[in-house]
């Protein structure tokens, strides 16, 4: 079924890649479930909590990750 809210929603993340940047933990970015996801959908590989390989823009942070791989975290690890 087809829902469709106007206005304001509570517990909404309105952009999700945002929402992450200012609330992810680093202890999110080192879990099995993180690793596998980045590695999936970003095809990057986690060196520690701060570092991430990529093979496309070299060593990145987690906020460089893309907004697929924040939103999946964010579903995983955020309790609203």
């Given at each position: 079924?087809l829902?469709?809210y106007?206005g304001n929603m509570?517990?909404?993340?309105?952009?999700?890649p945002t929402?992450?940047?200012?609330?992810?933990e680093?202890?999110w970015?080192?879990?099995?479930?993180?690793?596998?996801?980045?590695?999936e959908?970003?095809?990057?590989?986690v060196?520690?909590?701060?570092?991430?390989q990529?093979p496309?823009?070299?060593?990145?942070?987690?906020?460089e990750?893309?907004g697929?791989?924040k939103?999946?975290m964010?579903?995983?690890f955020k309790r609203?």
């Amino acid at each position: 079924m087809l829902k469709i809210y106007l206005g304001n929603m509570e517990k909404a993340i309105y952009h999700p890649p945002t929402y992450f940047d200012n609330q992810y933990e680093d202890e999110w970015i080192t879990k099995e479930l993180s690793i596998r996801m980045i590695k999936e959908v970003d095809k990057s590989d986690v060196i520690n909590s701060s570092l991430i390989q990529s093979p496309v823009l070299g060593t990145i942070s987690a906020k460089e990750l893309s907004g697929s791989v924040k939103t999946l975290m964010l579903m995983a690890f955020k309790r609203m």
